[in-house]
């Protein structure tokens, strides 16, 4: 009977533990914080994929979006406080190099 309650008590906490606990912000808060850094309008925006994750015991938000104008987004963003830790931006299009012909496409990646 006493290895039914430990054995009780330790499934519990391991439950507790194991990303069954809630977050702070939602899943659409997350979208909203992504965009409005963007400066990406929500009519302008294409969501690819938006999953809670966890990142080093942290819950995270996995935020990935188009613009219109065909550039891609991805954000990580804390699932408790909305804080931004990383994102970056692609230019999906390519454009002409000048090179003779090669194409390339502009990247910036910002870690914070």
């Known amino acids: 009977m006493n290895k ?7 499934f519990t906490l391991l439950l507790t533990a194991c990303g069954s606990a809630e977050t702070k912000i939602s899943a659409d ?5 992504a965009l409005n850094h963007a400066g990406v ?14 990142e080093n015991g942290k819950a995270v938000y996995e935020v990935e979006f188009y613009s219109k104008d065909k550039k891609e987004y991805d954000y990580e963003i804390d699932a408790n406080t909305g804080e931004i830790l990383s994102y970056d931006s692609d230019a999906e299009s390519a454009t002409p190099a000048q090179n003779g012909g090669e194409q390339s496409a502009a ?3 910002t870690e914070i």
């Open 41 to 54: 309008l929500k009519e302008d925006a294409t969501f690819l994929r938006t999953e809670r994750d966890s």
């Open 4 to 10: 039914l309650i430990v054995f009780i008590t330790v």
């Open 107 to 109: 990247s910036e990646v």
């Open 29 to 33: 808060k997350a979208k909203e914080i």
